[in-house]
């Protein structure tokens, strides 16, 4: 039995990974209107940085990270992905 993965099963896991990367930053990121003050640009510096941060996370740190974020704020998602991606650089 050959170990290759078919065309059709590589196809779906490269979407996959993009979807739940959406999923997460969509939770993560700030609904709410933000002033230009320090950063002159804070929702293209907020964007850019959930895109570092979420770009690194696995298909299975996406679905954990849901789950246990699908019932707090944005505020409190953000800490706890924060604090994931953390523990995953440090492996």
Request: aromatic share 4%; net charge positive.
């Amino acid at each position: 039995m050959s170990s290759r993965i078919s065309p059709r099963s590589w196809a779906a896991r490269s979407r996959a990974r993009p979807a739940a990367h959406s999923i997460i930053y969509a939770k993560l990121i700030g609904k709410e209107e933000m002033l230009p003050e320090v950063p002159v640009t804070p929702h293209a510096d907020e964007e850019a940085m959930l895109n570092r941060m979420v770009g690194c996370l696995r298909i299975d740190d996406c679905r954990k990270l849901y789950d246990r974020t699908r019932d707090m704020s944005g505020t409190e998602a953000l800490v706890l992905a924060q604090a994931c991606v953390m523990n995953r650089d440090r492996a």
